[in-house]
């Protein structure tokens, strides 16, 4: 069964920094490509980053550039999202997502398993 667990959100201040974790069970992590999505209150849910099964293909939405790493450690079937300097207007709901073999991409629909999200709220 495939599980997604996402771990790490919590309470931040502005230029601080924030590590998020997902970890991935029943399956083979390394085939995956797989993102981050985040929804903030009274918004839609939106791409964050993606990369690839083995890590050589990475995007990032426009507002994280520069801030975010997305990174993965297939030898322990998790996914990471490093947030560095973040801002109050980074406060949302995480979410991971996975995709089979799929090319990484910021389309939410092309994702085919979720985890239940974590929230990361940033104070100013």
């Known amino acids: 069964q495939v599980q997604l667990v996402e771990s790490g959100g919590g309470l931040v201040q502005a230029g601080g920094s924030l590590r998020l974790s997902c970890a991935a069970s029943g399956w083979t992590f390394s085939e995956y490509t797989m993102g981050w999505f985040r929804q903030a209150p009274g918004k839609e849910r939106e791409f964050v980053a993606a990369i690839d099964g083995i890590g050589r293909t990475i995007y990032y939405a426009e507002p994280v550039k520069g801030r975010f790493t997305i990174s993965r450690d297939n030898a322990k079937n998790t996914l990471y999202l490093q947030m560095i300097s973040p801002k109050p207007e980074d406060t949302a709901v995480y979410y991971c997502?996975?995709?089979?073999?799929?090319?990484?991409?910021?389309?939410?629909?092309?994702?085919?398993?979720w985890g239940q999200g974590t929230q990361d709220t940033v104070s100013s």
């Open positions: 997502a996975a995709v089979y073999r799929g090319p990484p991409g910021r389309w939410e629909h092309a994702y085919d398993y």
